[in-house]
């Protein structure tokens, strides 16, 4: 079976700070994976999303970045944390385009 | 652009009362449509999807949703809740963009709140 890891759960870093957030599925290979932030009352935001090693598109423009080293390893980097940056970070994968995804256990940020 | 609406931002039902949660969407061909759940800290349940073929859709948990076209809906819906129901709920649509790739818009959720 499928599943999907997300550490660390929970992240409480200064502004400024640098960001590293991983995410790993296991039992699958190429899936297409996606990082989405998730602020109070506001759903889901799409950062990024990758179909394939080293394959990554960027949803909307900020302060975060993501790599795929391998294929079912995504992460999530920043240089310099916001305040901002503070929220609860969702990594998901699905198999084929269309598809349902699966989310991970989320990590929370706080920037303080 | 795709986008999907959650009228209600907090429900409270009673424990064995029916529910309905709403959703509408906007999308320029025919849509993937999920709705998905959320525990407090965790991530997001698939509870159901729409993808073709009959628009009663029946999904884990004892819920189901109706895909409306004409009313560009697909409200989630269960006949007796229960207090383990209490969470939050997202409606989301889905399709190909130009990259080939499934892009899904999340509603901005419902809190569901279920009292004895």
């Known amino acids: 079976s499928q599943t999907i890891h997300q550490w660390p759960a929970t992240l409480v870093q200064p502004v400024g700070s640098p960001l590293s957030l991983e995410c790993t599925v296991e039992?699958?290979?190429?899936?297409?994976l996606y990082w989405y932030r998730q602020a109070a009352g506001r759903g889901l935001q799409l950062l990024f999303y990758?179909?394939?090693?080293?394959?990554i598109s960027s949803e909307v423009p900020q302060n975060l970045s993501a790599s795929r080293p391998q294929d079912r390893q995504f992460i999530l980097s920043s240089k310099k944390l916001l305040l901002s940056d503070s929220g609860f970070y969702l990594c998901a994968w699905t198999r084929l385009a269309g598809d349902e995804q699966f989310f991970g256990p989320g990590t929370r940020l706080t920037v303080l | 652009a795709q986008s999907v609406t959650q009228p209600d931002i907090h429900i409270t039902v009673s424990e064995g009362a029916s529910l309905e949660l709403r959703c509408n969407y906007s999308?320029?061909?025919?849509?993937?449509l999920f709705w998905y759940v959320q525990s407090p800290g965790q991530g997001l349940q698939l509870l159901l999807k729409?993808?073709?073929?009959?628009?009663l859709v029946q999904g884990i948990k004892g819920f189901e949703a109706e895909f409306k076209r004409s009313q560009s809906s697909f409200n989630l819906r269960k006949p007796s809740v229960h207090w383990s129901d209490a969470a939050e709920y997202f409606c989301a649509v889905g399709g190909l963009n130009s990259g080939g790739y499934q892009k899904v818009t999340f509603g901005t959720g419902t809190k569901l709140q279920v009292i004895p």
């Open positions: 039992g699958t290979s190429n899936p297409n």
């Open positions: 990758s179909v394939g090693i080293g394959q």
């Open positions: 999308y320029g061909a025919t849509p993937y």
């Open positions: 729409y993808f073709s073929g009959d628009t």
